[in-house]
């Protein structure tokens, strides 16, 4: 059974300084999916990345995928507040019908 | 934002009446998910289905059935609610996770079961 842990659970950033969190599965998968999502509303797609090695950057993050270690980061250069949100990694099953297995989840709040 | 809605957007029942909650799509995807979400869960998948008339079980399917009688719909029903399945349920499409496709989401509906 595909288990995709995320930690740390919440991350308190201050403004201005980089930070990495970290999503690692228990069973072999080459495809992983980021999201975010914000307060009250849905998940919006970050970054998919579907292979070892992959490496995806939109403004200030930028997410791997190490496929060999189950492993995946996400690293943020210079916080600022508008990236406060809850954070999810999932992991594609393999399978015929694939689908997602998603971790909990991690809340970053940035403070000045 | 891809084309997906949800309705109702938000609902309060009473434990032990059916409730269906309803995911339509614009995009002509074939995949089709329901989710759950909880406090310390993440979300959970509750059904799936990969085709018209086609659907398999998540990993919390007691309690739920679906239906998908056509690629834009697909209907999630609790024939009895609970006060366990008060949550905020999501829907999301895909074309396909083995091809490597995006899966985008609804707007959520959010069940209270009293």
């Known amino acids: 059974e595909l288990k995709v842990e995320q930690n740390p659970l919440f991350l308190s950033m201050q403004e201005g300084k980089n930070y990495t969190i970290y999503c690692n599965y228990s069973?072999?998968?080459?495809?992983l999916y980021w999201y975010r999502q914000d307060p009250g509303k849905s998940l919006e797609s970050l970054f998919v990345?579907?292979?070892?090695?992959a490496v995806k950057q939109e403004g200030r993050l930028m997410a791997s995928l190490d496929t060999k270690a189950r492993l995946s980061t996400l690293h943020i250069t210079a916080a600022v507040h508008d990236l406060s949100a809850t954070y999810f990694c999932?992991?594609?099953?393999?399978?015929?019908?694939?689908?997602?297995?998603f971790g909990k989840g991690i809340t970053l709040s940035v403070r000045p | 934002d891809a084309g997906i809605t949800q309705s109702p957007r938000h609902k309060v029942t009473e434990t032990g009446t059916p409730v269906t909650l309803r995911c339509h799509q614009t995009?002509?995807?074939?995949?089709m998910y329901w989710y759950r979400q909880d406090p310390g869960h993440g979300l959970r998948l509750i059904h799936y289905?990969?085709?018209?008339?086609?659907?398999d079980k998540g990993e919390v399917s007691d309690g739920y059935s679906v239906s998908r009688s056509k690629t834009e719909d697909f209907l999630l029903t609790l024939e009895s609610a609970t006060s366990s399945q008060t949550s905020v349920y999501f829907c999301?499409?895909?074309?396909?996770?083995?091809?490597?496709?995006?899966?985008?989401f609804g707007p959520g509906t959010r069940l209270t079961v009293l």
């Open positions: 995009e002509n995807h074939r995949y």
């Open positions: 990345l579907l292979s070892n090695g």
């Open positions: 289905s990969y085709g018209v008339k086609d659907t």
């Open positions: 999301a499409i895909s074309e396909s996770i083995n091809r490597g496709a995006e899966q985008f």
């Open positions: 999932a992991v594609a099953n393999t399978g015929a019908n694939s689908k997602l297995t």
């Open positions: 069973t072999t998968s080459d495809r």
